[in-house]
Nanobody
Framework: QVQLVESGGGLVQPGGSLKLSCAAS????????MGWYRQAPGKQRELVAT???????NYADAVKGRFTISRDDAKNTVYLQMDSLKPEDTAVYYC????????????WGQGTQVTVSS
């Protein structure tokens, strides 16, 4: 089974940028649809973006045009480039790996905190 380790979170001012990384161990990384989700205090976990093998992407409306998800299958890594950050983007960001796109069988990383504040 794949194991996921996120990195790249931190504190950033509104309008700033951060790039999150999620490194996956194990084999068959290409078979996974990779995703980023986030959970703010007192709120449910929500989709941020997903990327399937081959590069098809899906974004939440709240981040379209500001965030970009990408993957490097040679490095077993998925990225989330976050630009024009807003205070409402503050959350714990989780990496997700869904085998064959089957969310019910997916694995989660431990999460990384992103705080957008002046």
């Amino acid at each position: 089974q794949v194991q996921l380790v996120e990195s790249g979170g931190g504190l950033v001012q509104p309008g700033g940028s951060l790039k999150l990384s999620c490194a996956a161990s194990g084999s068959n990384f290409k078979m996974y649809t990779m995703g980023w989700y986030r959970q703010a205090p007192g709120k449910q976990r929500e989709l941020v973006a997903t990327i399937a093998y081959g590069g098809m992407t899906n974004y939440a409306d709240a981040v379209k045009g500001r965030f970009t998800i990408s993957r490097d299958d040679a490095k077993n890594t998925v990225y989330l480039q976050m630009d024009s950050l807003k205070p409402e983007d503050t959350a714990v960001y989780y990496c997700n790996a869904a085998p064959g796109g089957l969310f019910g069988l997916s694995r989660w990383g431990q999460g990384t905190q992103v705080t957008v504040s002046s």
